[in-house]
Structure formats: C-alpha cells, structure tokens
C-alpha cells in the first residue's frame, strides 16, 4: 500500500511553531480522517489529532490549546501546526490515514492505515 | 502511563508460539470498543496488523491472530520468524478521555 508522504521544518527551537504537510490521496475523502501521531525518541504512539473531509476536527485534550490541522483538499494536503513548542514536543511525527471500514463492513472505532514515513522534529536551543 | 497496558518485552525462539496481551479498562476495552494493532520494525512507521481484534488485512501471514475477552485482547504470533523482531502496538478509544490511544508497545525479540 502507497505510504502517505510529509514533510516539514526538524529542527526548532523553544516557543517557535511546528509545520508539517502532508499528501493525502487513495479514495474517497469522505471515508477518511486525516490524523498526526507522534513517538517521542524510545517511547510509544501518542494521538495529537485528526480532520475529516468536512473539515471538522478533534484533538487530543492534551494539546488542543496548542495544535491545528487542516485540510486543503485542492492540493490534496493535510497540515499540522503545534505552536510554543518545548524539548518536550521532539518527536517523529507521523500523518496517518484513519478509517472505520474494510470493504463493506465497518467496525465501531477507527484504525489508522497508511501511515507516512515519519519526520523527526527536535526542538532544541 | 499509557491508558492500554503492554508487557514492555516478551521473547521466543524461531518456530515458537508467543502471545501479546493488551489490558484496559471500563472506559475503553471494557465498554466494547474495537482493539486494533501495529507492527513497527526498526526504524520505520508502524504498519497495520490487525483490525477490528481478529482481522488481518491483506498481506499479513495468518501466523498472526488476534483475540478479545473482557477488558483484555490478545496478539499470538506462531512460527516465529526472526523478520517478526519488531514493536507491536495495540490501539483503541477512550472514553473517558475521548481520545484514540496506543498501549505502551511491547518490543518481540526472536532469540
């Protein structure tokens, strides 16, 4: 299956703002939510946050204060920003493709298949 | 401390049988949401394992199975094969914190 391509700026320092994009392509967007997940060095997946094709998002509580994500379907892009970041936010930061169905049957809690192939953010003074 | 519990590590010889237990609580495994797994190999982004608690998608070895009970779910992985040395992820929703969320990860070695 194609991986979803990002990029975006991986170095940055204390307080200034994350920017990552990402493709998205492959069906129907309305099928799909349009997620980033995060894995800080040697530690496991955390959910930052996600955008459907109406533009409605949800974001992980943690976060909300400090993330967006948008949609721009004329580019077939999706796009993440996390502002004031701290050494706390260096993580590799992975878009994902979130749904609920297989083929014709669909399921109660959405799973995230591709995903891309991650972009290493350090923040750093 | 992640909401889904992992065992950090578990290990096994070619060939063997191991199994990867994920445990929640009443706020998401418990209440009947879906559990659904990764496989991270070194270095890469984590791929789809299994959806849905039993299903694998296409292109995954039927060596890999998936199982619910309760509050838990379970990954078993039979005929170990060295290629299978990887992270495994369980993930599902939370309630409580209406949030998707991962376990810990559990890190197979193939001895």
């Known amino acids: 299956q194609v991986q979803q391509q990002q990029w975006g700026a991986g170095l940055l320092k204390p307080s200034e703002t994350l920017s990552l994009t990402c493709d998205v392509y492959?069906?129907?967007?309305?099928?799909?939510?349009w997620t980033w997940i995060r894995q800080p060095p040697g530690k496991g997946l955390e959910w930052i946050g996600e955008v459907n094709h109406s533009g409605s998002t949800k974001y992980n509580t943690s976060l909300k204060s400090r993330v967006t994500i948008l949609l721009d379907m004329s580019k077939n892009q999706v796009s993440l920003k996390l502002t004031s970041v701290t050494a706390a936010d260096t993580a590799v930061y992975y878009c994902a493709r979130g749904t609920y169905c297989s083929g014709t049957r669909c399921y109660g809690i959405k799973w995230f298949d591709p995903w891309g192939q991650g972009t290493l953010v350090t923040v750093s003074s | 401390q992640s909401v889904l519990t992992q065992p950090p590590s578990v290990s096994g010889a070619p060939g063997q049988r191991v199994t990867i237990s994920c445990t929640g609580s009443s706020s998401n495994i418990g209440s009947g949401y879906d559990v659904h797994w990764y496989q991270q190999l070194p270095g890469t982004a984590p791929k789809l394992l299994m959806f849905?608690?039993?299903n694998r998608p296409s292109g995954v070895p039927d060596r890999f199975s998936g199982s619910k009970s309760g509050t838990s779910v379970s990954l078993a992985i039979t005929g170990l094969q060295a290629e299978d040395e990887a992270d495994y992820y369980c993930q599902s929703y939370d309630s409580s914190l209406d949030a998707w969320v991962f376990g810990g990860g559990t890190q197979l070695t193939v001895l």
């Open positions: 849905g608690n039993t």
């Open positions: 492959e069906g129907s967007f309305s099928d799909y939510y």
